[in-house]
């Protein structure tokens, strides 16, 4: 992986990779270049959440408040090759999926494609990315990974159908998402007017002309589309066509019976998404499933849910030793990746981060974010005493979050 300290020019001051490392040398500053470079509906879609977006700021305010211990003498340099479901990665990051990506930035979809593959990291893509999972895995090969809302009309046919497309297209873990069983309020969404169907606004018209690096990206890669979802409407599958069966269909969580029937239809991992309580792993567990992914959607689906890292210890020691235990949910730094290690995860994922760094530089943009959370969890590492992800999960910590269910 390229996020080596050697990598970012260290004794050059003047290699691009420098120069950028001084311009935007963390996720901070790149999203306030995004906010500048993407129209505003796109960034209130990307930094938004469910109600007042109280969700976003406890995630945020959970995950600072963990306090990390350092220890001294320990050898270097770290090491941060993980395996996961029998793939090692450079780093324990991954990309969240993040439906209608393109909204945020056009193309996203398989940017982040090929930055998982360049950084060798998994990116989980979504039912509703804005590329279709076979190009995705033909970009991204082992770091592919798929994420399943349910359609469970007609006995879940369509469902059953992507996991067939997913296997076929050489997809080996399978993210089936629960968190999301009814859609959610978004207001900033509403007022901007977000809504299926998209009705552009004399104000959306001038936002989109104020940006012009996100509006040429448009003319680069097209309208976004559900591209998953064209082949299950009547053709020709335009937006609005694809748009409303999305609308309809997707319903988005499942029923313990349903994970238990994906398991026997599924051939290979099987993780589900959006897990906050041990008792719900632990049906998890029973139901087969071989990964949990600890996450309350960022924020984005219902307000009054406790903080993810705060849910993220008791999960751990419930199913840690059955299960490979995955978070997600307001990650915007190494140190926070740090964080969620030492807290019993083995592998984290972050979305928006990558997301900002599109908006923020374009085609590169993945594939920079990638590299500065590897950098800042070395540094973290380092700067702890623990050469290893191992070593980190031993770390001392206070964790007075820490949602206890005795």
């Known amino acids: 992986m390229r ?50 977006d109280v969700g976003v700021a406890r995630n945020r305010a959970a995950l600072d408040a963990v306090e990390l211990v350092p220890r001294f003498g320990a050898p270097m340099p770290v090491q941060t090759k993980v395996k996961l479901f029998g793939v090692e990665y450079a780093a324990p990051i991954g990309i969240s999926p993040v439906g209608v990506d393109g909204i945020v930035w056009p193309g ?73 069983p009814v859609r959610s309020k978004r207001p900033r969404d509403l007022r901007n007017g977000l809504v299926v169907p998209f009705r552009p606004t004399p104000s959306t018209v001038l936002d989109v002309a104020l940006s012009l690096p996100w509006l040429i990206a448009l003319m680069r890669a097209g309208t976004p589309s559900f591209r998953n979802m064209e082949r299950y409407v009547e053709s020709p599958a335009t937006l609005a066509k694809t748009a409303g069966f999305v609308q309809r269909e997707i319903k988005g969580t499942f029923s313990w019976d349903a994970i238990k029937r994906m398991r026997d239809a599924w051939p290979d991992t099987l993780v589900v998404k959006g897990i906050l309580h041990p008792a719900d ?88 974010i990638a590299e500065l959370l590897l950098d800042e969890l070395q540094v973290a590492m380092g700067q702890l005493g623990t050469p290893s992800l191992d070593a980190l999960s031993k770390a001392e910590r206070r964790h007075p979050g820490a949602f206890n269910f005795a």
């Open 281 to 368: 792993a632990t049906q998890a567990i029973a139901a087969g499933v071989d990964g949990i992914l600890v996450s309350n959607h960022g924020g984005r689906q219902f307000d009054a849910a406790p903080a993810a890292i705060d849910m993220l210890p008791a999960i751990a020691a419930t199913a840690g030793r059955q299960a490979t235990v995955l978070f997600d949910s307001g990650v915007r730094s190494g140190l926070d990746v740090a964080r969620a290690i030492a807290l019993g995860a083995h592998g984290v994922f972050a979305g928006r981060a990558f997301l900002l760094g599109l908006g923020a530089l374009g085609t590169g943009g993945a594939n920079y």
């Open 108 to 180: 996203a979809t398989k940017l982040f494609a090929a930055a998982a593959r360049d950084a060798m990291i998994p990116y989980i893509t979504g039912t509703l990315a804005t590329a279709s999972m076979e190009e995705v895995a033909k970009i991204a090969g082992p770091c592919a990974w798929f994420q399943l809302y349910g359609l469970p009309t007609d006995d879940h046919s369509v469902t059953f159908d992507l996991m067939k497309r997913a296997d076929a297209a050489g997809v080996r873990v399978l993210v089936a998402t629960l968190d999301a």
């Open 3 to 52: 996020g080596s300290p050697q990598a970012w020019g260290a004794g050059s001051g003047t290699s691009p990779q420098a120069r950028l490392r001084q311009r935007l040398p963390t996720l901070e500053y790149v999203e306030r270049r995004a906010r500048r470079r993407i129209p505003r509906f796109a960034f209130d879609f990307l930094e938004g959440g469910t109600g007042d």
